[in-house]
Every structure is written in C-alpha cells, then in structure tokens.
T-cell receptor, first 115, second 111 residues
C-alpha cells in the first residue's frame, strides 16, 4: 500500500503554545488529505478535509482558527494547533487517498499532550 | 440513525475460530467500502476494500458486500490472538473523497 508519514509521533507542549504536525504522502500525490482526532476508546472524528491549493473544509464544531490547516503541495499537509490547552490533548491522525472512492492510508498518528 | 453502524463489542472468539464483524450504512449511494484494523495506541491500517456486491477474499480475510441490504461484513478465518484489535468499517459516498467511519468493533481472540 501507499505510505503516509506523520511527524512528530509524540509531542508534549505547554499550555498556550502552538504545535505543528506534518503529514506527507511519500510515494503518491494526494490532492486531498484528512485530519482526525481520536480520544481514548473512541472512534475517529473527522476534523477537516485538506485540499491542495485551497482552504480546508472544517467539520461542524471544529474551530478553524484554532486548528490551522495548510496543504501547500500535493505531498504535504500540516495541522497547527494554536494556543493549545489541556483539553486539546488527543491522538491526531492524518490520512490521504489517491482519488475519490479509493482507499485511504493513514499516518502513524501524533499523540499530543498539553501540560 | 448513524451513517455507519457497528456493534462496539467486545466480540470474543476462541483461537482458530471464525470471527464475523458486521457493519451497516445508511447512504444507498455509497460506492466504496473499507475495513481497517486499529491496535490500541496506533493508527488504523487498511485490511481490505470492496466495491462490488459479493465476496472478496484475501488470505484469512473475506469481505462481503450486500448493497441491497446496505451491509458489509468482514470474516476472519483461523483467528489468532494477534488479530485482537478494533476493526473499523469505513464507507465512501459516491463521487466524494470523504470516508465515514463506524465506531469500530473490538475483537478479542482468546488463546
């Protein structure tokens, strides 16, 4: 399958700081990438759909000013958690697909802990 | 009604048995169906995808799709303790890049 690389895998930051998470498709071009968060023992929650060269589409209830998404190229999308608070602590996962209705591949995930 | 529904489990099966995981979806226009496995603390990994009605086999895994009844299932033959994980069903509506995930079924294979 295709490879999606996410970095960092773990990050601990102080409350009020910002954290950037990178998601790269290593062997294919991803016009669209997705960002999810997952709390313990819960399912994936789609936060936003990241489109190369245009603004991200956020799901209802997700603050676009808090979770900044940039999809600067066909292989890279970034999620920046701004002014992080302890309640933002979660597992953030990106995924990318090769086209509509095809399988999506996931990055390794980033465990964010805000202290 | 949730868009993609799965029984949360846990589903416990003895080692060597067949594990049967089920998923129903509400959007009749859905075109693509996926099964992912997620170990605790890890991100999901793709097991199988299926687009057409019927069965699709890959090793010990068989995906079954019935669009008329709007369900998709995953059978795991000769279950192993290493198969113990949460299995996520995902559906992609026609013509979209979106994936809608179920809440997952936790499978426990008992040695």
């Amino acid at each position: 399958g295709a490879v999606v690389s996410q970095h960092p895998s773990r990050v601990i930051c102080k409350s009020g700081t910002s954290v950037k998470i990178e998601c790269r498709s290593l062997d294919f071009q991803a016009t669209t990438m997705f960002w999810y968060r997952q709390f313990p023992k819960q399912s994936l929650m789609l936060m936003a759909t990241s489109n190369e060269g245009s603004k991200a589409t956020y799901e209802q209830g997700v603050e676009k000013d808090k979770f900044l998404i940039n999809h600067a190229s066909l292989t890279l999308s970034t999620l920046t958690v701004t002014s992080a608070h302890p309640e933002d602590s979660s597992f953030y996962i990106c995924s990318a697909g090769r086209g509509a209705n095809t399988e999506a591949f996931f990055g390794q995930g980033t465990r964010l802990t805000v202290v | 009604q949730k868009e993609v529904e799965q029984n949360s489990g846990p589903l416990s099966v003895p080692e060597g048995a067949i594990a049967s995981l089920n998923c129903t979806y509400s959007d009749r226009g859905s075109q693509s169906f996926f099964w992912y496995r997620q170990y605790s603390g890890k991100s999901p990994e793709l097991i199988m995808f299926i687009y057409s009605n019927g069965d699709k086999e890959d090793g010990r895994f068989t995906a079954q799709l019935n669009k008329a009844s709007q369900y998709v299932s995953l059978l795991i033959r000769d279950s192993q303790p290493s198969d113990s994980a949460t299995y996520l069903c995902a559906v992609s509506p026609s013509g979209t890049y979106k994936y809608i995930f179920g809440t997952g079924t936790r499978l426990k294979v008992l040695a």
